[in-house]
């Protein structure tokens, strides 16, 4: 879709680089798709001596419309259901995690040209109303997100923030925390063939005088194999490499330390996506 998009995705490129498949487990994710808009998947993780893991079931329509159920080992059912274009230029989203019945959700989202709003309310006694906007363009946007809660008549969170976007680089900026905090990225594109990348991020906390900066960059060491690394100015270092192994099947292994506690354990993850 066109227009400035949606406010939750401001900085979100940055993201992808400073946090985006950093891991200190180990995950196996398989996934099967068929033709007709069926996904089949099934998820096992395992974080120090615990093990979780889940099934879903994903069916597309050609209209846009989509389902998503979930099984979990805790025994909790997570449903989505998408809706396409049932107001024009819009999309319905109704979510609900069982057992807790108190979980249901509706996202109604707007998508113009020049402007997108998300309304979202909660299916219980007490829901709270979640509205956020932005406007702009595809390249400059302005917005604005807010969370009040019908029960106490209280705003939960109220953030406000803008998004630039070049072919070269991205910048973000976003005041959160009811005012108390600010976030600031900085994107830049170096290399386009090999997807080389490099990212700053300073978030700065006003109530405690707390700063953190964070700087990171990827890159294409082939067509196959991609190397991320990220430090941040409380001397946590991290890095991994992701490998294809076949079209859309990954492998990927992360590791981290302290750079300031050189006694402390390192940590490391894997990760291994199959999609046969």
């Known amino acids: 879709m066109s227009g400035p998009g949606l406010f939750s995705a401001f900085g979100n490129k940055a993201k992808e ?7 200190d487990d180990q995950k196996l994710i398989i996934t099967s798709e068929s033709d007709t808009g069926l996904a089949i998947g099934s998820t096992l993780v395992k974080k120090g001596g615990l093990s979780s893991g889940d099934v879903a079931a994903k069916f597309a329509f050609r209209n846009g419309a989509a389902i998503d159920v979930k099984f979990d080992t805790e025994s909790n059912i997570s449903t989505t259901l998408v809706l396409a274009h049932i107001l024009p230029s819009s999309r319905t989203i109704a979510s609900c995690k069982f057992p807790d019945y108190n979980s249901g959700k509706i996202e109604v989202q707007y998508f113009h040209d020049h402007a997108s709003l998300t309304t979202a ?21 302005f917005g604005t997100e807010a969370s009040y809660m019908v029960s106490s008549g209280n705003f939960a969170k109220y953030n406000a923030g803008f998004s630039l976007k070049t072919p070269t680089a991205c910048v973000s900026a976003i005041l959160f925390d009811k005012g108390d905090a600010v976030r600031v990225s900085y994107l830049r594109y170096l290399d386009q063939l090999n997807k080389g990348a490099a990212v700053g991020e300073i978030a700065r906390k006003f109530s405690t005088n707390e700063n953190t900066l964070t700087v990171g960059c990827s890159y294409a060491v ?24 076949k079209p859309k099947s990954l492998l990927t292994i992360s590791g981290s330390f302290d750079t300031l506690a050189m006694e402390k354990t ?8 199959l999609k046969p």
Do not use: C
């Not at 680089?17 to 891991?23: A, E, G, P, W």
């Not at 190397?227 to 490998?243: E, F, I, M, R, Y």
């Open 222 to 245: 082939d067509l196959h194999t991609m190397v991320k690394a990220k430090l941040d100015n409380h001397g946590l270092l991290a890095a991994l490499v992701q490998h294809e192994l």
């Open 121 to 141: 309310v909660g299916l219980n006694k007490s829901p709270a109303l979640d509205v956020s906007a932005t406007i702009g363009t595809p390249s400059v946007a």
């Open 266 to 273: 390192p940590r490391f993850g894997l990760a291994l996506s």
């Open 17 to 23: 680089i400073l946090i985006k498949d950093y891991s």
